[in-house]
């Protein structure tokens, strides 16, 4: 199995920083994509960021020139940097993974628990 554990979530006041992390392990042949996902009461998971093997990033409209998402590849790990943070980024953040474990041929997609941010002054 894949576990990912995620850190970072809390209160931030308008305009401030909060940095995400989430930790992938277990039985991970590799690893083809990590990225954080947000939802709030009411409304569908929505991608807020995604780091691709090979360097690639894709971001949401809405968070593009405030948060960025780097990897360390070697440690399993995926960040996400919030600058900026507006009200409107209140949600539960989840992590997630698309793993190739070993012993298959394809990769699954993976979630962690999830993490609460919210910005309130």
């Known amino acids: 199995q894949v576990q990912l554990v995620e850190s970072g979530g809390g209160l931030v006041q308008p305009g401030g920083s909060l940095r995400l992390s989430c930790a992938a392990s277990?039985?991970?042949?590799?690893?083809?994509?990590m990225g954080w996902y947000r939802q709030t009461p009411g409304k569908e998971r929505e991608l807020v960021a995604q780091g691709i093997s090979g360097g690639s990033t894709n971001y949401a409209d809405s968070v593009k020139g405030r948060f960025i998402i780097s990897r360390d590849n070697a440690k399993n790990t995926v960040y996400l940097q919030m600058d900026s943070l507006k009200p409107e980024d209140t949600a539960v953040y989840y992590c997630?993974?698309?793993?190739?474990?070993?012993?298959?041929?394809?990769?699954?997609?993976?979630w962690g628990q999830g993490t609460q941010v919210t910005v309130s002054s």
């Open positions: 997630n993974a698309k793993v190739t474990r070993w012993g298959r041929s394809r990769s699954d997609d993976y």
């Open positions: 277990g039985s991970i042949f590799s690893i083809h994509a």
